[in-house]
């Protein structure tokens, strides 16, 4: 099966300063890969660069074909949906009208409202709050209304950057329990960034550890848990 997502010698920068040093990975379709490390290593980088939202150097193929020299409007409208570190809701908009933000690249309306219908299924309280602006919700509804957002463009890969931050454990665990619904029923790739190592690893099938900029450690997710060094530094036994 060929790869979905390849990156190769990924390097970016913010102005002058280099954040990533030749990242080099590939992703199988209908697989979810989580990529690990501290604080500043490049994790969010990384998404960004996919996106186009920074300044890189290297490959970044989709499904085949470069993606490195477009325009983010131009990645997307090809099916990558990202939701940001910070959910990135609009605030004065309501949750139905986020939504259709989300379906902004799209043309199909009939496949829009079946969309729509799908969503308030994963996630029932968007319904209830449909006509509620988005800045009134919860932070774990807001979380939803992301990734309800991300799923308006029917994408067949999903970047989600720290969907856990600043979430009560129990919504975290429905959150990913969604995650995963998505993944085996619609067949959404999804590469995830997350500082909850054990909840990331548990989720994803693969898994691959930044420090600094670089890949230092890449493998399967069962593997990277059996790893002493990766227990004792991410999973605190």
């Given amino acids: 099966m060929s790869a979905i997502l390849e990156v190769e010698n990924l390097q970016a920068w913010y102005g002058r300063t280099q954040a990533l040093h030749g990242v080099s990975f590939s992703m199988e379709p209908r697989g979810i890969t989580t990529i690990l490390g501290a604080n500043g290593a490049g994790k969010t980088t990384t998404l960004r660069a996919i996106s186009a939202m920074i300044r890189t150097a290297g490959t970044i193929r989709f499904d085949g074909a470069r993606i490195d020299r477009k325009a983010t409007e131009d990645i997307v409208a090809l099916g990558v ?31 829009v409202a079946e969309d729509f219908d799908r969503v308030y299924r994963l996630f029932p309280v968007l319904l209830q709050r449909r006509r509620q602006l988005a800045g009134t919700l919860s932070g774990g509804e807001q979380q939803m209304l992301a990734v309800g957002r991300g799923l ?10 720290e969907p856990s ?15 995963r619904r998505i993944n085996q029923e619609s067949g959404v790739t999804i590469l995830l960034v997350e500082q909850n190592a054990r909840l990331a690893l548990a989720l994803a099938d693969r898994a691959f550890l930044i ?8 493998g399967a997710s069962a593997e990277l848990t059996s790893d002493d060094a990766i227990r004792r530094a991410y999973l605190g036994y």
């Fill in 152 to 161: 308006m463009l029917r994408p067949r890969l999903l970047l989600l950057d």
């Fill in 211 to 218: 420090e600094t900029g670089r890949v230092v450690m890449s």
């Fill in 165 to 179: 931050l600043g979430l009560a454990p129990l919504v975290v665990q429905e959150i990913f329990a969604i995650l």
């Fill in 81 to 111: 949906a990202h939701v940001p570190q910070g959910r990135g809701t609009f605030m004065e908009l309501t949750v139905e009208e986020n939504l259709r933000v989300g379906a902004w690249a799209r043309r199909d309306r009939s496949g």
